[in-house]
């Protein structure tokens, strides 16, 4: 166990850039039950200070790689059980270091229905093909006159039986795979069609009704589109690769004939020349084409992946507006505004539904009724989801606060997005049973103003809505990434073990469902933890899992100081040398990083606790219990552009970025239609990736430069020049139409440094790009 773990261990460590015994250290740790955020956070001298990210590559890395030594060892054990196993073959298996190469290995041992290959060997013609290659000089017409038989009718039976059991022996000859599958994947292009018929009913497709571009170029979000465009029956796919290749031979064949040392005068070479080919097209070609599609699909699925995570990730550690009384409004046309009033602490104080709008108009009834709400709880913060009625909702509130005397309320327009999938959870339920469904959504919006980390995590982080194609890409890699995504932000920023609910403690490191509602039943029976010590007394919580959750929990005003902090209760020895050492009480220590911050690290440094941990323990003693996330701000919306016709090119405004994907950033300008911050708006320079810029929960000034009613497509631009000059293009080798705005150029076409889209080119990238809401 301790070699493979070494073995492992060196292969990760090259990948993450950390030496292999801090790729080990954290493989003990990690196979012991430790969380990342864990060892990420206290135990930087076992690991050497490897970080949550390089932490999380480990992790996945080193579950694909025993994976792939699980199939490895499968794949030996079929093959010893065969009386097939060599020397050299074990070594060529022991050293696959991907699953395509271990299979492409195992292919010709691979049990497999009878083929054609093995029908004529039994018909007597495997001499006749090991006889054509073994002397090229003699003529295969000729030679096949010797195997006609009962079952071998004629010349061309015994020639087609020989050439299924050479284009097996090519076709299983595991370098010669792997080196096509490298050329394909180095020269093929993907080529969309639209099906006949379908032009009208996948119009949404439109830009890839005769698209192709360079296969190893596509980018993630065009992929996908191509892909969900094929599910449909809108297109067909395919990859092609030597289609402008006018020789006689095509470089694939010619790949594959040159393995066998085919040559091109004798009549054994011209016959095995034309086997060659005939397997390409009909099994090589085939089998890799359908292998680089799904290469294709994993790809883009990947950056699908990481793209919401990445967004996921800003929207979680998004500002808090923080412990205000507040009022959300969940805005509805016909069926009224759902309001809801929060206290300070997020507990819900009052529910009402007001109906300002058509049919019944009591406009004067529900500001009367909202500011009644205001003066009775002393409301700091006014949330309106930004769904449908967003806008209306938001100037009758301004209104209404026109009237009210100062201090008034802050109103903010909250994204609403999962919202409605929390209203009608297990979890709302539980919480509020006899709450109506509608009301639950208000209350929500109103909390995630407050703490959105602590209420999102109440939603299930697919139904945010913060990705692109994420019903597209494999589902359980996406929960997964997200799961680890809404973890290490849960544990960076901290918990409240005594006002908690049960769902933002099932996050915190070493917990999870059960123990975080053990725990909450603990705190309603007993009251208020008094000490992380406390956690001790919960049922099943043992000593291990206070290990690994204790740090990440805080007790505010309790009888140990340091639990309001980050420094793990293994550590408050260290951090009790600390204080003495600047003769201060620990309480009164706290907060004061001047006399922090002239104590040496050094001197308080021990066989267990290093230099690492006890730079933390005084960054935390210094700023305690710290909030990681930025200060809280919001966007102010334009006065009179509520809808999407109110909006012309040129205007400026403020938004919020909602969403970001390597192509752009969608922004919300308060118009019930997100606009497209296209790549190359996003700044006067070259920007490869927009997260590079922007990220979600952002706010930025963006202008209008197009607008497209009737589809509902907004296109900005953030360049300071404004935007909108001509996009040079180079002609597409298919002599087509060039490839959406932002794509990769194809072979041959220079790449300009992000060149502002024209009108045309961008309004085909927000074609493109919206098609994935």
């Known amino acids: ?92 298996i022991a050293g696959a270091v991907t699953k395509a190469e271990l299979e492409d290995i195992y292919l010709p041992y691979k049990p497999k229905r009878r083929t054609k290959a093995e029908i004529a060997r039994e018909r007597g013609l495997g001499p006749l093909a090991e006889a054509i290659l073994a002397d090229r000089r003699l003529v295969p017409a000729e030679l096949a006159q010797s195997y006609l038989s009962e079952d071998v009718a004629d010349v061309k039976a015994a020639l087609e039986g020989a050439r299924d059991i050479v284009a097996e022996q090519f076709s299983e000859n595991a370098d010669l795979v792997g080196r096509l599958r490298n050329y394909m994947k180095e020269k093929a292009f993907l080529r969309a069609r639209v099906v006949d018929g379908k032009q009208e009913e996948g119009a949404k497709f ?77 099994k090589l070609s085939l089998h890799l084409s359908l292998d680089l599609m799904g290469d294709l699909r994993e790809r883009a699925g990947e950056e699908a992946i990481q793209v919401f995570a990445r967004n996921l990730k800003d929207l979680l550690l998004a500002a808090p507006a923080g412990s205000r009384p507040t009022m959300g409004l969940d805005p509805g046309i016909r069926t009224g505004v759902k309001v809801a009033v929060v206290d300070g602490t997020g507990k819900l104080v009052e529910t009402t539904t007001v109906y300002p709008f058509p049919p019944r108009n009591d406009v004067r009834g529900t500001q009367a009724e909202l500011a009644a709400l205001v003066a009775r709880h002393g409301v700091e913060l006014i949330a309106i989801g930004n769904g449908t009625g967003s806008r209306e909702t938001e100037k009758l509130v301004a209104d209404m606060l026109a009237a009210l005397p100062s201090p008034k309320p802050l109103k903010v327009i909250v994204s609403e997005a999962g919202a409605s999938v929390y209203s009608a959870s297990e979890a709302a339920a539980a919480e509020f049973p006899e709450l109506d469904v509608s009301l639950r959504g208000a209350v929500s919006i109103g909390r995630r103003l407050q703490d959105p980390l602590a209420e999102l995590v109440k939603i299930e982080p697919k139904s945010i809505g913060v990705g692109q194609y994420q019903h597209d890409v494999d589902q359980y890699r996406l929960a997964r990434a997200l799961d680890a995504v809404v973890e290490d932000a849960v544990n960076v920023v901290g918990v409240d073990l005594n006002t908690a609910s049960a769902s933002l403690l099932a996050r915190v490191s070493g917990l999870g469902a059960s123990l975080a509602e053990a725990i909450v039943a603990h705190r309603d029976a007993n009251g208020p933890f008094a000490r992380r010590q406390d956690l001790l007394g919960v049922t099943r919580l043992g000593q291990r899992t206070f290990e690994q959750c204790a740090g990440f929990l805080r007790i505010r005003d309790g009888s140990e100081p340091l639990d309001a902090s980050a420094v793990h209760p293994e550590a408050y020895g260290v951090a009790r040398k600390i204080v003495s050492a600047c003769g201060r009480d620990v309480r009164a220590l706290m907060g004061d990083s001047g006399a ?39 966007a102010t919306f334009a006065d009179g552009v509520d809808d999407i016709k109110d909006l012309k090119p040129g205007m400026m405004l403020e938004g919020t970025v909602t969403n970001v994907a390597a192509f752009g950033a969608f922004v919300d300008i308060g118009v019930h239609q997100d606009g497209l911050v296209h790549v190359s708006q996003l700044a006067d320079r070259f920007v490869k990736d927009a997260h590079e810029v922007v990220k979600a929960g952002d706010i930025v000034k963006v202008r209008v430069v197009e607008v497209d009613v009737k589809r509902k497509r907004i296109g900005l631009t953030m360049r300071k020049d404004g935007g909108g000059g001509e996009a040079r293009q180079q002609p597409p080798r298919d002599g087509g139409k060039p490839p959406p705005c932002g794509g990769s150029p194809r072979p041959g076409q220079g790449r300009d440094r992000n060149p502002p889209p024209s009108q045309g080119a961008l309004g085909a990238a927000l074609s493109e790009a919206l098609k994935r809401k």
């Not at 029956?233 to 006018?246: G, K, N, P, Q, R």
């Not at 440094?605 to 990681?628: A, H, M």
């Open 1 to 92: 166990m301790a070699t493979d773990v070494k073995r492992l261990a060196a292969l990760i460590a090259t990948e993450i850039s950390a030496r292999p015994e801090q790729a080990a250290a954290a493989i003990g740790l990690l196979d012991e039950g430790a969380t990342v955020p864990f060892v990420a956070r206290y135990r930087k001298e076992v690991t050497g200070g490897l970080d949550d990210t390089q932490l999380r590559t480990l992790s996945e890395r080193l579950g694909y790689l025993r994976e792939l030594d699980a199939r490895r060892d499968s794949i030996l054990q079929s093959i010893r059980e065969q009386g097939k196993l060599t020397d050299d073959l074990e070594a060529r």
């Open 206 to 282: 439109s830009d890839y009704f005769d698209h192709v571009e360079r296969w190893a170029n596509v980018p993630s979000h065009r992929a996908l589109a191509m892909l969900r465009g094929r599910n449909e029956d809108v297109l067909s796919l395919e990859i092609e690769v030597d289609a402008d290749d006018t020789s006689t031979v095509k470089p694939a064949v010619r790949m594959v004939a040159d393995a066998y040392q085919v040559g091109r005068d004798l009549p054994g070479d011209k016959w095995l020349l034309e086997v060659a080919g005939w397997t390409w097209r009909i």
């Open 596 to 634: 922090l911050k002239a104590l040496d690290p050094r001197v308080f440094v021990d066989e267990r606790f290093g230099l690492p941990t006890v730079r933390d323990i005084i960054t935390e003693l210094e700023k305690p219990g710290r909030d990681p996330r930025p200060a809280f701000k919001t």
